[in-house]
């Protein structure tokens, strides 16, 4: 969360460097702008695909801890396994 915040932020900033740039005729901060902004939302690009990976991982895991749970009838197993699930599907949704 502390990345995406992050993120946000440079592009906000960036953003606004690139937009007083244009209006004072500073070409240098406007680009400076422009490319901070670039940079923070391709670093989140980044952080996105990064977080969808782990949240297979989580779906792949949960849904073999269940069967392993169902299989031996260990309920907690089975338990972490959709807790498991579940939170893979909400960080695939990021």
């Not at 901060?29 to 989580?58: I, P």
């Not at 749970?69 to 089975?78: A, K, M, P, Q, R």
């Amino acid at each position: 969360m502390t990345d995406r915040l992050a993120n946000s932020t440079n592009s906000y900033i960036g953003a606004a460097k690139q937009a007083i740039g244009n209006t004072i005729g500073n070409t240098t901060l406007a680009a400076n702008g422009a490319q901070q902004q670039s940079q923070a939302e391709s670093a989140q690009k980044a952080a996105d695909a990064k977080t969808h990976a782990q949240g297979v991982g989580h779906k792949a895991e949960g849904q073999l801890q269940q069967t392993v749970g169902s299989l031996t009838g260990d309920t907690s197993v089975e338990a972490r396994g959709n807790a498991n699930e579940v939170r893979g599907d909400l960080e695939r949704k990021v």
